[in-house]
């Protein structure tokens, strides 16, 4: 059974970066649209960032222009999110998963952004 496992984050100061990391075992998900999604506190889980398995990517308003999805299909960790110019109303619990309706793979525990000065 494939699990993912995020990391990265952390708190930082409006303004700061931080790059995300998603690992995943097994490599079926490589064939996989794959998708960064987050939960802020009181709010439903959005997606923020997708790519496909060919490396097109699209991005949510919000984080157009700071934000950047990238994935490695040679290495278990498959997924990053290169996060620039960090708003307090980024922090949210970060979720990488498929890309699909509904997502193909089980929900890892996350990784916690805090933007806050």
């Known amino acids: 059974q494939v699990q993912l496992v995020e990391s990265g984050g952390g708190l930082v100061q409006p303004g700061g970066s931080l790059r995300l990391s998603c690992a995943a075992s097994?490599?079926?998900?490589?064939?996989?649209?794959m998708g960064w999604y987050r939960q802020a506190p009181g709010k439903q889980r959005e997606l923020v960032a997708d790519?496909?398995?060919?490396?097109?990517?699209?991005y949510a308003d919000s984080v157009k222009g700071r934000f950047t999805i990238s994935r490695d299909n040679t290495k278990n960790t498959v997924l990053y999110l290169q996060m620039n110019s960090l708003k307090p109303e980024d922090t949210a619990l970060y979720y990488c998963n498929t890309n699909t309706y509904p997502v193909a793979l089980s929900w890892g525990q996350g990784t916690q952004v805090v933007v806050s000065s």
């Open positions: 790519i496909t398995s060919g490396g097109s990517t699209n």
């Open positions: 097994g490599s079926i998900f490589r064939r996989y649209p």
